[in-house]
Each structure stands twice: as C-alpha cells, then as structure tokens.
C-alpha cells in the first residue's frame, strides 16, 4: 500500500509509525480504521461504536454440504445485521490472507478417521506448519460438525479451534462441536457469533436487497426442517437372482413440491425405527408404550417417540457416559473410563443390549427420551438427472442386515425401504446440495468410479449430459461381487455404450474368479489411457464406501502418477491435491 505523506502535519517519527501500522494491513482492516478515524474527527469517545463496516469472512471445509449450507446461512444473516460477510469454500481461500481478517467463522466437518474434508485439506495444514503466521489481532470462532458415534468426534473443527488460538487468534464465540442433529445448536452458535460482532463493532443496518442474501432464498418451503411428503411411485428390486445383496431401486413423486436438484446432490430421508425392536426395547424398559413424553414440544405416546424421533440402533459415548452415571455399575463406569474399550463394546449393539446389560432403577419414559440423541435423517445420493425426470427424484438402496453379538441387525433406513415401503407410501423428504461432487463443462471428459450403489450418481450424470447433449467423454468403473446377479443398471449402461454417450466401461465383480477383482485394479489395468484423460482435462469422480475403496482408489491414482507421470511419491500426492483444488478430483464417500 503506498501513501502521500509529503505534506502531512505529522512528525518523521509519526510518519514512520504510521507506515509501519499500514504496512500490509487488509482492505478490511483499513475499512475499520477509516471508520475509527472518523469517529475521533467527530467528537466520539474512543469507546463508541465504529462506523465502519465490520467484515466477517466465513470459511467452510465440507464433504457433504452441511457445513457450507451454514456457512452461506451465516453470510446472508451478517448482511441482514449490517456486517459485510462473505462465505469461502477453504479450497478457494489464500491463507495467507488470515493475517489481514478482522473476523472469522469456521465451519469444518470431520471426514474418516478424524480427517479433514478434502477441501480443508490446504487450510490444515497451513496452520499446522511453520509458515503460519502470528494472529493476535484476529477475532474467530469454530463451528464443528461430526457424528458422536465415531471415534474421532469433530476432531477437524477442534484442530482449527486450537491452532487459531495457539497462533494468537482470540474466540468471539466459544466452539460448538455438533452431532449429527446439528440445527439448534448451529442456530444458536450463529447468533452468538452475530452478537457479539454487533456488540464489538456497532453494526446494526441491514445490507439493503443483497445479492448474497437473496441468493439464499429458499425456491422452496420445504428443507431439513420442514420435509416433503413425497409418495412412493416405484420401489424395484434391482439386483437379480441368485445375489447375496437386496439392492433396490426407488422412485419418489416430487410434484408441487419446488424442490430442485442436480446431479450429485444428496436426499434426506426420515426413517422409522423397526416396530419390532421398539416392542423388544418397551417390554425390556417394562413400558407398555403409551406413556405421554414431551418430544420437540409435542406430547406423543413413548412408542411413537422411539419408532420415529430417537436414534435406538445406535450407541454413541455421550449416551453411554449418561447411562453410567445413572446405574449403580463398577463395571459400566470402568468401560465408560476407557474410550477404546468402550468403543469396542458399543460395535454392532443397540438400546436394547444396554438396556439388558445395564438397567436404570426406576427410569421414567421422559428421562429416556432426554437422554436419546435425534434419529436423523439418512442420505442418499440422487441417481437422476431432474432435467429428464422432472418431478421426480430416484434414490438406489442396499439394503443392510448382519449378524452380531447373538442377534440379527439391520440397517434403519435401508431395510425400512426395502420391506416397509411399498408403492403410494409417503417418505418424509428434503435435498441436501452437494457442491463439492457437481458434473464440470459440457465440453471436458469425465471419469467416474463408483462399485456397489456408489454408481448412483453417476446414473444421474449420464442422464443429464445426454439430455443436454455435452461433448465430453465419459468413462465409468464399476464394480460388484457377480457380473450375473449385481450388475446395477447394467441395460442403461450398455444402452449408452451403444448410443456413444458412454465412451468406456470398465467393471469389476469380485467373486466371480478365484482372485478378488476391484475398481482399483481396474484403474492400474489401464494406467496409460487414464494418465492420458488426465493430461486431456478430465474430472475425477469417487463414489462409494470410505473404509476401504476410497483410500485404495487413492493409491491406485498415486500410483498411475507415478508410473505415469514420472513423479516421486510427494510429487504425486501434490498432484491430486492439485485436481482437487481444481475442482477435477471429487468425492463422495461414506
């Protein structure tokens, strides 16, 4: 920044320091300083409100999309509240440029094994290096959001919260780790943040018909919060004879709904817990079920509060510390003591195994309540394109159900679609936008890798380059146990293999030879015309499970670099951290 000093009433001793306090400083910054300056020139005390507009940078790392659909919500209620706000996905964002903030949300899910998302990925690791710089003149406050029954719980969120404070950075609001029933507590975080930038800084005038906050006007009424009846049109047994796997096939009526979509975004779907198990579980508690219990402010029956408001199959710390510190139990407390062990205990059981294990003495139905998280919302990716379908949204189910600790377990969601749901019911449903896995140009080539019901979104994605007749190629890995019996989609696949839309198919099916065979293997097999879509711009795009096909995908793309490209392993590695920055390496795992 340069400045005019030459005729200016100020001592070279002044000036110098003057200079000194400019140098460097961010637009931000210096908006405030004008406005502090402004206020002295006029009479007010060094304690009144700045008239400067106060700036807040708002920073989301997502995989999903919940953190960025926060983080734009909080953007556009800072503009109401006068405060120049804008929203950033991290990937975008210099952090270098954290030197010059006046105030900072951060908004970070935790992805895998305690990992930051891939677009936080830059932000992390900057702060955890040497050249992160000193923060002391920096206002922040971090919103995380995790699952409790994973082991690492919004370890992401609290890696930003310490190392900003660690760097000198101080909080305006303290942290809020959120679980998987994120809104009220979110809700609350935002107006704290709000309120206290309004206290410290004077801001008040809403930012008249701002474009940010108009576009985040909901098209429709209907969102997590308020869900959309939407019925049943046709739920289809997708996998054929002889598979080991239910895989179906769900068609829902959106009509007169307005809710929008585009490939690779997500629906949420309310489910209900198994009757079944709820009966087990009330005749466990010695409760009859009709009991009245408070639930969101409604007074409902306890059988209906546990088959379609509390999480039931799943057992999550915070609940099992609850639970130790109402039972009379050496051995609970000892096993609360110890997360690893605890965890180990909590795999594969539910309610019901506490509940038999360790009963409360004299628990009432509203305490148990109290102490049950939300049953949230489970997601599926679209597997259509609205732009051919229309008013509908297709969603593809596996159905789960497995063996453990001496009982048969299932899947809440899944298996209630599959053997619940049938054609002209009514799901409670929303869309969950995911920008973080959306089609690139027309024009540039595509490689998606998706095994199992991974392939969903990639359905969607051919659907819709066909019916806006783009020019890219477009070349699909898929991968299942038999080519026979798990071929998902296998007739619209090779319908357009035909037609040209798609220009390669390559599959994988794991039990059909003596050797497993996987999407991974696939890729190596083809390193040389993979390495040659990349040089030619291709997008990169993984669906599927996280445990395992994500990272050995992973690899087998390190390894193609290598082999390839000629790069050392950290050459690699910087390479796909390059396509993801550019928004050419994206994925949905879970």
């Known amino acids: 920044m340069t400045t005019d000093l030459k005729s200016s009433p100020l001592s070279a001793n002044q000036q110098a320091r003057l200079a000194e306090l400019l140098d460097g400083i961010g637009e931000g910054q210096l908006f405030w300083l004008a406005g ?10 060094a304690n009144a409100p700045v008239s400067a507009t106060p700036e807040l940078t708002v920073l989301f790392g997502s995989q999903t999309g919940n953190a960025e659909e926060l983080a734009q919500r909080l953007a556009a209620r800072a503009l109401e509240r006068g405060v120049s706000a804008k929203a950033i996905d991290m990937a975008d964002y210099k952090p270098r440029q954290l030197k010059n903030e006046q105030y900072l949300a951060v908004l970070a899910s935790t992805h895998g094994e305690g990992d930051p998302p891939d677009n936080a990925l830059d932000l992390h690791e900057f702060l955890h290096g040497k050249k992160a710089p000193k923060l002391g003149g920096l206002r922040y406050s971090v919103l995380s959001l995790g699952d409790s029954s994973y082991e690492h719980f919004c370890k992401t969120g609290q890696d930003f919260d310490s190392k900003l404070a660690a760097l000198g950075a101080t909080a305006l609001a303290e942290r809020v780790d959120c679980d998987v029933d994120y809104e009220d507590q979110a809700e609350d975080w935002i107006n704290r943040v709000l309120e206290t930038i309004a206290s410290e800084a004077g801001a008040s005038q809403p930012a008249a018909n701002s474009p940010i906050a108009a576009a985040q006007r909901p098209i429709s009424t209907f969102s997590r919060k308020n869900p959309y009846p939407a019925t049943i049109l046709t739920n289809q047994l997708l996998s054929g004879r002889g598979s080991d796997k239910e895989v179906r096939h769900i068609e829902l009526s959106l009509e007169d709904s307005g809710l929008v979509y585009k490939p690779g975004d997500a629906v949420g779907v309310y489910p209900e817990n198994n009757p079944a198990l709820v009966n087990n579980l009330l005749s466990a508690l010695g409760f009859d079920g009709e009991q009245r219990v408070l639930v969101e402010e409604s007074d409902i029956p306890l059988r209906e509060a546990l088959a379609f408001y509390r999480e039931i199959t799943l057992l999550t710390p915070p609940l099992m510390k609850h639970w130790a510190d109402r039972v009379e139990s050496d051995a609970l407390k000892a096993l609360v003591a110890d997360r690893a062990e605890m965890m180990a205990w909590t795999e594969g059981r539910d309610l019901l195994d506490l509940v038999q294990a360790w009963p409360i003495a004299g628990l009432e139905p509203q305490t148990l309540v109290d102490l049950l998280r939300k049953l949230p919302p489970r997601l599926y990716s679209i597997s259509s394109s609205q732009t051919a379908v229309e008013d509908e949204v297709h969603i593809t189910v596996a159905a789960v159900r497995y063996a453990s600790h001496g009982r048969n377990r299932e899947g809440v969601a899944s298996v209630w679609l599959s053997e619940r749901m049938s054609e002209g019911a009514k799901l409670r449903v929303y869309i969950d936008p995911n920008t973080k896995f959306a089609l690139p140009d027309d024009s540039k080539p595509v490689i998606m890798i998706g095994p199992g019901t991974g392939v969903a979104p990639f359905r969607a994605f051919l659907q819709e380059r066909e019916e806006r007749e783009a020019e890219g190629e477009n070349w699909l890995f898929f991968g299942d146990r038999r080519f026979r019996s798990d071929f998902l989609y296998q007739s619209e696949w090779l319908k357009w293999r035909r037609d040209g839309l798609l220009t390669r198919l390559d599959v994988a099916f794991s039990r059909d030879q003596a050797e497993k065979r996987y999407v991974q293997h696939c890729l190596k097999e083809n390193s040389a015309e993979v390495w040659a879509w990349l040089q030619r711009g291709a997008s990169l795009y993984v669906c ?29 590695e910087d390479y796909l951290r390059q396509l993801n920055r550019d928004k050419r390496y994206q994925r949905d795992v879970y």
């Open 544 to 572: 599927g499970d996280a445990d395992k096909m994500a990272p050995d995908v992973h690899q087998a793309l390190l390894d193609i670099a290598s082999e390839q490209g000629g790069l050392n392993p950290e050459q690699a």
């Open 36 to 45: 502090f300056l402004a206020g002295k020139c006029s009479g007010d005390s």
